[in-house]
């Protein structure tokens, strides 16, 4: 991140006020464990700090993605250390845990795919070695980010086509659910996966951000649709309509950190631990205010789909499928 801030070793949200002061922002009660379905933890200044800050604020679960065009090394040979910097981080996290560490870090999984963006260098070597990768390490829960980005084409639209229906087919090869990145070619994207086949272990449509109207064949087709800190954005209000339409058993939450910070929190760097403002957020959207048994529910519900598409035991792949 080219955004740079001190760093507070506690629990605290903080906002920047004038004259570089930072306010303390007041924590949304957690009425259930909260998953962060999307993350990029090698991004953030300190990895271990913010699992600390999601787990003392109940984030029991995060799918970090790691892009083997740019970095396959990083997470998987640092998450362990990350992890258990975290521990030690929330020993050390007072007002929340009155110093007897009941807390813990989440769960941590991770989404591996290829970025659009880098569909230029999709390689045969650098299947085979996504493919061995995924078959050997149980960490990995699902295939992406992968799809498509007519936004920005910084790869070749011809390349990104081709780079996602090989991941795609790699996905079911190892029986791995896809994680979608669409921008701007929601049309060719969903066409693809009409011609492919929507993966059996699911599809999930990360940092959702269109009207209601785009939603429904994304729905119709059996999609989790997960949101982000845009859900919050003041001017957001054709999200907020999207959000009310998705079955609430496909239905995530998600940071896209250290991007997409929500309110009221915009304008610093966001963690996993944000996610909890998402949440508060999407259930007001579906109606669920105050302490209610409804609320309560449908917080686990959240949560439960996160772990149902994301934390399952990873499918025996058979060599040569």
Not at 15 to 44: C, G, N, Y
Not at 167 to 174: F, G, H
Not at 198 to 221: K, M, Q
Not at 267 to 290: D, I, K, N, S, Y
């Amino acid at each position: 991140m080219d955004r740079e801030e001190p760093l507070f070793y506690d629990e605290h949200f903080r906002q920047k006020r004038k004259h570089d002061k930072w306010e303390i922002v007041t924590a949304p009660h957690s009425f259930a464990p909260i998953a962060d379905t999307h993350a990029h933890l090698d991004m953030l200044p300190d990895p271990g700090l913010s699992l600390a800050r999601a787990g003392v604020h109940e984030v029991a679960f995060v799918e970090t993605i790691v892009n083997p065009a740019e970095d396959d090394r990083t997470t998987f040979d640092e998450l362990d250390g990350w992890l258990r910097d975290g521990e030690l981080y929330v020993r050390k996290m007072g007002s929340l845990c009155c110093g007897q560490a009941p807390y813990r870090c989440p769960k941590v999984r991770i989404g591996y795919g290829v970025h659009p963006h880098d569909a230029k260098d999709y390689t045969d070597e650098l299947e085979a070695a996504m493919e061995m990768r995924g078959r050997s390490d149980g960490r990995i829960s699902a295939i992406g980010e992968i799809g498509l980005d007519y936004h920005y084409d910084l790869s070749a639209r011809d390349e990104q086509r081709e780079a996602f229906r090989r991941q795609l087919s790699l996905a079911k090869r190892l029986g791995l659910p896809v994680l979608l990145h669409m921008r701007d070619a929601h049309d060719e994207g969903f066409a693809i996966l009409e011609e492919e086949g929507f993966p059996e272990a699911g599809t999930l449509l990360h940092c959702y951000t269109l009207d209601s109207h785009e939603l429904a064949r994304w729905v119709e087709a059996g999609c989790y649709v997960a949101f982000g800190g845009a859900l919050t954005f003041k001017r957001s209000e054709e999200v907020r309509e999207a959000a009310k339409l998705v079955p609430l058993d496909r239905l995530l939450t998600e940071t896209d950190a250290p991007y997409m910070t929500p309110e009221p929190l915009r304008g610093t760097v966001c963690g996993a631990e944000h996610v909890v403002f998402t949440v508060e957020r999407l259930a007001e959207v579906r109606g669920f205010a105050g302490d209610s048994a409804e609320r309560r529910a449908f917080y686990q519900q959240l949560y439960d789909n996160a772990i149902r598409l994301l934390d399952r035991p990873q499918v025996a792949a058979k060599e040569g499928e």
